[in-house]
């Protein structure tokens, strides 16, 4: 029994440690950049500068889209291209509602823009940049999945509504961490807004 006990502790330990050495990793992906206008109760008005993205349209809900997404563009960023060259992962992973699913997205590390970007194998990928923008955004913790970006979409839309402020669709959902990683997940829903305009004007 005490052998049992013993194996089992040092088990944890080590998931312990490995979960430390994930959540670590993590925070020290470049993210990316984004000024916070205004923060009230887990929503945040932010401004986002141009950015250079890959992105690739999938066809389905969330649940669907993103495995086959993600092994899209992260088989070009570790080095599907036509220099063979790895490119940095960031955070986070943007998955835009489209007309008939997703568009999934990685944000290209700070360095890299349409010029210098190696050109992907995959025809399907898109290289191109975001036009800067307001946005409002809600986060939450856990593994995500079609119910829970649906929930917090309309927490979202509500909030949005009561202060008067107008948005314009798609949502989009922000993903910040590796599958693998169990504690301290983070995850938000967002949307452009027009932050200068109220919905009442």
Request: overall charge positive; glycine content about 6%.
């Given at each position: 029994?005490?052998?049992?006990?013993?194996?089992?502790?040092?088990?944890?330990?080590?998931?312990?440690?490995?979960?430390a050495y994930i959540v670590k990793a993590t925070n020290d992906?470049?993210?990316?950049?984004?000024e916070v206008i205004e923060s009230q109760q887990g929503f945040e008005i932010?401004?986002?500068?141009?950015?250079?993205?890959?992105?690739?349209?999938?066809s389905g809900d969330y649940s669907r889209s993103s495995g086959?997404?993600?092994?899209?563009?992260?088989?070009?960023?570790?080095?599907?291209?036509?220099?063979?060259?790895?490119?940095?992962?960031?955070?986070?992973?943007?998955?835009?509602?489209?007309?008939?699913?997703?568009s999934m997205?990685?944000?290209?590390?700070?360095?890299y823009d349409t010029s210098n970007l190696p050109v992907?194998?995959?025809?399907?990928?898109?290289?191109?940049?975001?036009e800067p923008a307001y946005t409002a955004s809600i986060r939450f913790g856990g593994f995500s999945n079609d119910e829970k970006i649906n929930e917090h979409k309309e927490k979202l839309k509500q909030w949005l509504e009561e202060e008067g402020i107008r948005y314009s669709g798609p949502f989009t959902y922000l993903g910040y961490n590796p599958p693998y990683q169990m504690t301290n997940r983070r995850n938000e829903v967002m949307v452009r807004i027009d932050y200068n305009m109220k919905a009442s004007d």
């Open positions: 029994m005490k052998t049992i006990i013993v194996i089992s502790l040092g088990i944890l330990a080590i998931l312990v440690f490995v979960q992906t470049e993210q990316q950049k984004y932010r401004y986002y500068p141009a950015a250079t993205l890959a992105s690739v349209n999938m086959s997404g993600f092994r899209i563009l992260a088989g070009y960023i570790f080095g599907s291209n036509d220099q063979e060259k790895k490119i940095a992962m960031t955070a986070p992973v943007h998955m835009k509602e489209s007309e008939n699913g997703y997205s990685f944000v290209m590390p700070s360095g992907p194998d995959n025809t399907r990928i898109q290289i191109h940049n975001s």
